[in-house]
């Protein structure tokens, strides 16, 4: 199940607010500011900071 454009245009990064964008594979948004990977569990982003990894 892919996330709609129109979802993706009206979320943020729950830590700085910022940007956010799909990852290649369509299984996370990253906050490149934040350097914060949040997955995409059954279609659904999960965008807790606690659930969040660091990207490197």
């Known amino acids: 199940m892919a996330i709609s454009k129109e979802l993706l245009e009206i979320l943020a990064c729950p830590k700085c607010k910022g940007d ?3 990852t290649e594979k369509e299984d996370g948004l990253i906050c490149e500011k934040c350097r914060l990977l949040y997955p995409i569990r059954d279609g659904i982003p999960v965008m807790l900071i606690d ?5 490197t």
């Open 20 to 22: 956010i964008k799909l």
């Open 51 to 55: 659930e969040a990894r660091e990207v």
